[in-house]
Nanobody
Framework: VQLQASGGGLVQPGGSLRLSCAAS????????MAWYRQAPGEQRELVAS???????NYEDSVRGRFTISKDNAENTINLQMNSLKPEDTAVYYC?????????????WGLGTLVTVSS
């Protein structure tokens, strides 16, 4: 699976950005898709995930501000980020987790940088 993320950029605190991740295969076949982020000097952390059934999960600090969604027809997932804070600054990575009878695998896209600064 190849993943192409887009939508990062520079935004002021309180602003919004929308990240998109396009997958090279039918995302309905992907068990879980997610956004992770990694700030300088920090470990990569899960931001939000969505299952192929549409169940979502959010990291505590973004719940209520970020919304993950998927478009099966376009094989994309999106992350709408509102009320952005400087601490949201990080490289954001798209992830696809596939598990089947032969095993499990994780796929990563190249990151997209989000900078929240005045």
């Amino acid at each position: 699976v190849q993943l192409q993320a887009s939508g990062g950029g520079l935004v002021q605190p309180g602003g919004s950005l929308r990240l998109s991740c396009a997958a090279s295969r039918n995302i309905f076949e992907i068990n879980v898709m997610a956004w992770y982020r990694q700030a300088p000097g920090e470990q990569r952390e899960l931001v939000a995930s969505i299952t192929n059934g549409g169940m979502t999960n959010y990291e505590d600090s973004v719940r209520g501000r970020f919304t993950i969604s998927k478009d099966n027809a376009e094989n994309t997932i999106n992350l709408q980020m509102n009320s952005l804070k400087p601490e949201d600054t990080a490289v954001y990575y798209c992830n696809a987790h596939i598990a089947d009878f032969v095993g499990a695998a994780d796929y990563w896209g190249l990151g997209t940088l989000v900078t929240v600064s005045s």
